[in-house]
């Protein structure tokens, strides 16, 4: 109070609240009919609960039903004002109740609120009647003591004795009198004579019976009598239609004669009664669905009179209802209604028929009645959805129970043929909740995923409780929008890639390809190298990635010998807000070419100097070699230039070299006739495509002189030629036992391919291993080489591949029979252990193993 507030206001806020509150959020106003444009209603916005300042970023709008623009929101104070002209009369018709219903929608979120405004009625309308001018007819012959004379007969004195009765001029006498004579109404009669004279002729007139009429005998001076007959009550001929009177005349004579007549009185109708119904009201039931021409009601009126004035027609009366005219006819001869439109009980519930019955008298006299035919609804009309405030695409990660439409169901029937039901197909993941009578919001009752369901389309089905039911449908397509919850993914975890090294910078070596499941922007994907150092080097410096198509090109030549693998990762990631992601590992090896011809390793000296009494076989120099490339095209060979090799005069060469080992060694013994200095010429020879050499030149200097060997000489003779012959046996053996083995391990593994291959695809393992390079070394052994590499030995999808990498040992060619004994006793000190590795690498669906084969002699 202290502020000003008036404490009716203030309480009367709170009922309001209150109110809103426990009505679900209904909130009902009033407003009397004519209202001024601008008219303060309520302050809808406070009464919500909502504040003026959120009413436009929230999208405020209202809807009404069936009210056009009469009411309007200022949105920049919350306040409900009357927009245009209110008729009441024009609005709701007769109607007692009559409101306007508003729908208020908000969003964000979406809220809706039902507003009821009350139009009040004012006296602004005067009554108002049907005719400006009524004519009542009215019979002048219904004003009471009317009078008729009647003429009697003439009174006359005769002196005679009495010997005659009265005589009447007739026996019977008709008399035709209207019913609408009033009483006192004389009607003359002819009276009796009496042929006697004086008393004898002295009459006197009685009637019988007399409740209607009275005689009234008049005598003149002139002694002349008449006789009337007066009406003493009124007549009505529908009670009584005849009346049938004795008239008696007595003389006054001793003894006194009569004399009678009969009087016969027709009583003649007049119209003095109107048709009358049986009821004033006539109520009748009439289902919408009637055809044309059904009989709604046959009116039967009664008139009492007679003839013509009896005869009735029937009609309208008027004014008549344009609507009645529209619906009903009326026989005007048997008063059957019948209907003659369609009728409609969504239009119109009741007709009030007022019917007049006219008879056909001089003075048309007019019965009426009041037929109220009440329209009973039939179930015709099926129900009608509404579906507003469409909120799609709906996110795919939207929380259950948001609200995606608002739909309103309606029926025009009543009763139960306008009870509606609404149901929902498919169920899930969407369901509708009522929010108000007829009022459903479709809301989300489960999880989205657009990658699974791209869109739903919803049925919504109305069905109304009529017998049959009717019912309705609409569709609501509800899309999923995307949101970036799937990474890229790569078809594979990793990929092996072979290349060529000494390629042409920029050349195109793979291509990586990932797949995200989102769509548009939160699928489009973007490739990227995952940096790291390679040796001394970035990654980029090697190879690059597009980052649309995602291929991987070789920035520069690769160099086996510099770089056997290179490994590394390519990154995926996608445009969504936040990007996802993924990597996928590519291991690149770089295959080998034969780009390095065989080096001399170490450089020989220039000369050696070699006794002359070296035997036949004996190792007098060796020729080192070494090829950086790997495989067959490090695999070398030694030949000996025919040329530099010839003895003179056409002899054969004093000097032989090892075909894999280097070492140069005589062929026979040498003699007094070899020159004291050989030029020996070496051709170091790689098995790669083209071939690559080397050459080497060995000075061998002849010298005389020096003690001869002894037993540990490596100048073998005697026993030890047996035992270098043995060691070429162990030779041969070794060479079967080899074929032996690599037979046993390609039956392995053809068997265990076969295995693989009869397995469910995606079951193999993908492992890659060390290896190690298998060559001869220097002095006629096997050895493996620790060189490190990583080979792609099998795939998952396909079945298990094995790689096998043998070389034969540096044996020396076969001799003929008169040097063989020679050339046994030079070898003798040569090869004493053999050793061969074998590496073989399984792919096992759980575990990776090597397995090495190793025998030594």
Not at 488 to 498: D, S
Not at 769 to 791: H, K, Y
Request: aromatic share 6%; with cysteine; proline share 6%.
């Amino acid at each position: 109070n202290r502020r000003g507030l008036d404490p009716g206001r203030l309480l009367l806020s709170f009922l309001l609240l209150a109110a809103w509150e426990a009505g679900s959020g209904q909130v009902r106003y009033s407003v009397p009919e004519e209202a001024k444009h601008g008219t303060f209603v309520g302050r809808i916005a406070q009464d919500l609960g909502l504040e003026q300042a959120e009413l436009v970023p929230r999208l405020f709008r209202m809807a009404s039903k069936g009210g056009g623009d009469l009411l309007e929101v200022n949105l920049q104070n919350g306040i409900l004002f009357v927009n245009s002209r209110i008729d009441r009369e024009e609005l709701c018709g007769r109607s007692l109740e009559c409101s306007i219903h508003l729908e208020v929608i908000v969003e964000r979120p979406l809220q809706v609120f039902h507003v009821e405004v009350e139009v009040k009625d004012i006296n602004d309308n005067p009554p108002v009647f049907s005719l400006r001018e009524q004519k009542l007819l009215i019979s002048e012959s219904k004003q009471p003591d009317s009078h008729f004379p009647l003429e009697g007969a003439s009174d006359v004195e005769v002196k005679d004795i009495n010997d005659n009765p009265p005589v009447f001029p007739e026996s019977e006498k008709r008399i035709i009198i209207a019913e609408s004579r009033p009483p006192e109404t004389r009607f003359p009669l002819d009276g009796a004579s009496d042929a006697d004279i004086g008393v004898n002729s002295a009459l006197t007139y009685q009637v019988y019976p007399n409740d209607y009429f009275t005689l009234d005998p008049q005598n003149s001076r002139e002694q002349t009598s008449s006789l009337s007959l007066v009406l003493r009550k009124s007549l009505d001929r529908e009670e009584i239609q005849e009346h049938n009177l004795l008239l008696t005349a007595s003389d006054g004579g001793k003894p006194e004669l009569t004399g009678t007549v009969q009087l016969l009185i027709t009583i003649l109708d007049v119209n003095d009664n109107a048709p009358e119904f049986d009821q004033l009201i006539y109520k009748v039931r009439m289902l919408e669905s009637a055809f044309n021409g059904t009989l709604v009601i046959k009116l039967n009126a009664t008139d009492p009179d007679d003839g013509t004035n009896a005869d009735i027609i029937y009609s309208f009366r008027r004014p008549v209802s344009p609507a009645v005219l529209y619906a009903f006819s009326i026989n005007s001869d048997s008063g059957e209604i019948r209907t003659k439109g369609k009728l409609d009980f969504e239009e119109r519930k009741l007709y009030e028929i007022s019917v007049e019955a006219i008879d056909k008298g001089n003075i048309p006299m007019a019965g009426h009645c009041t037929i109220l035919v009440e329209i009973v609804d039939v179930n015709d009309n099926a129900p009608e959805i509404t579906i507003t405030s469409l909120a799609l695409p709906i996110q795919e990660n939207a929380q259950v129970g948001t609200v995606i439409a608002l739909i309103s169901v309606s029926d025009r029937d009543s009763g139960a043929n306008g009870q509606v039901t609404c149901s929902l197909t498919p169920h899930v993941p969407f369901k509708l909740v009522s929010t108000f009578k007829n009022y459903y919001s479709l809301v989300l009752d489960g999880t989205l995923d657009r990658e699974s369901v791209a869109s739903y389309e919803l049925v919504v089905s109305a069905r109304d409780g009529g017998s049959p039911s009717l019912w309705a449908t609409a569709r609501v397509s509800v899309e999923v929008g995307d949101v970036n919850d799937n990474a890229p993914v790569f078809a594979q975890p990793e990929y092996t890639v072979f290349v060529k090294e000494n390629n042409a910078p920029g050349c195109h070596i793979f291509t990586v390809s990932a797949r995200d499941a989102d769509a548009q922007e939160n699928a489009r994907v973007a490739y990227s190298l995952v940096e790291r150092r390679v040796g001394e080097r970035a990654l980029s410096s090697y190879v690059s990635v597009h980052a649309e198509s995602g291929q991987v090109f070789a920035l520069q030549p690769l160099d086996r010998e510099e770089l056997e693998l290179l490994q590394f990762r390519v990154s995926a990631r996608d445009a969504g807000a936040p990007p996802l992601g993924s990597n996928v590992t590519l291991q690149v090896f770089v295959l080998d070419e034969n780009d390095n011809a065989p080096a001399l390793l170490p450089p020989p000296p220039p000369s050696q100097r070699v006794a002359r009494w070296v035997g036949a076989g004996q190792v007098v120099a060796k020729v080192r070699a070494v090829d950086a490339d790997s495989g067959y095209n490090a695999w070398l060979s030694y030949e000996l230039q025919e040329e530099e090799a010839a003895a003179p005069g056409g002899a054969r060469s004093a000097f032989r070299v090892g075909l894999y080992t280097g070492e140069i060694s005589t062929t026979r013994a040498l003699d007094e006739a070899d020159a004291a200095r050989q030029r020996l010429l070496v051709l170091v020879k790689d098995h790669g495509e083209p071939a690559l050499t080397a050459t080497a030149t060995v000075l061998l200097w002849l010298e005389d002189g020096g003690a001869a060997p002894k037993a540990s000489s490596r100048l073998v003779v005697g026993p030890a030629a047996a035992a270098e012959a043995a060691l070429v046996d162990v030779h041969v053996y070794l060479v079967v036992a080899i074929c032996a083995v690599s037979s046993l391990l390609v039956l392995t593994l053809l068997v265990y391919t076969a295995l693989r291959c009869s397995a469910p695809r995606g079951e193999g393992a993908c492992v890659p291993g060390p290896a190690r390079l298998v060559c001869s070394s220097a002095v006629g052994s096997w050895s493996s080489s620790p060189r490190r590499r990583r080979q792609r030995v099998c795939s998952g999808e396909g079945p298990p591949k094995a790689d096998l990498m043998a070389f034969s040992p540096s044996l020396p060619p076969c001799l003929n029979s008169a040097e063989g004994t020679g050339e046994i006793e030079a070898g003798s000190e040569q090869l004493k252990e053999v050793r061969l590795h074998l590496k073989l690498c399984f792919s096992l669906p759980h575990s990776f193993s090597f397995k090495i084969l190793q025998f030594q002699f």
